[in-house]
Nanobody
């Protein structure tokens, strides 16, 4: 069974750091586009960071650029979102998504996925203490 499970959310003081994880089971992330998204009740889902493993290209939302980093582990079974210096406005539920393939324009892929109206996982709550 192919599955993605988000974890690592929690509370952190402003200026601290938090690392979110997305574990892939049943497959490895060899040639994929991967992404992190976030959403709060009443708000539209936003593409936070996306990564094309085929060419290493990345996209970051302006709100997180320079503070967040998306990466994949060497075993190609997990995706991470390193959140440095989080701000109170980063307090949202975070979701990961992946798609196998090689022809991705990472910013376009991120925008398209953010509008996906199908099922998403449970996500993980990234919270910043005020």
């Amino acid at each position: 069974q192919l599955q993605l499970v988000e974890s690592g959310g929690g509370s952190v003081q402003p200026g601290g750091s938090l690392r979110l994880s997305c574990a892939a089971s049943g497959f490895t992330l060899d040639y994929y586009a991967i992404g992190w998204f976030r959403q709060s009740p009443g708000k539209e889902r936003e593409g936070v960071a996306c990564f094309n493993t085929n060419d290493g290209s990345t996209y970051y939302a302006d709100a997180v650029k320079g503070r967040f980093t998306i990466s994949r582990d060497n075993a190609k079974t997990a995706v991470y979102l390193q959140m440095n210096s989080p701000k109170p406005e980063d307090t949202e539920v975070y979701y990961c998504a992946v798609e196998e393939g090689s022809h991705f324009v990472v910013e376009e892929t991120c925008a398209m996925w953010a509008e996906y109206t199908g099922s998403w996982g449970q996500g993980t709550q990234g919270a910043v203490a005020t």
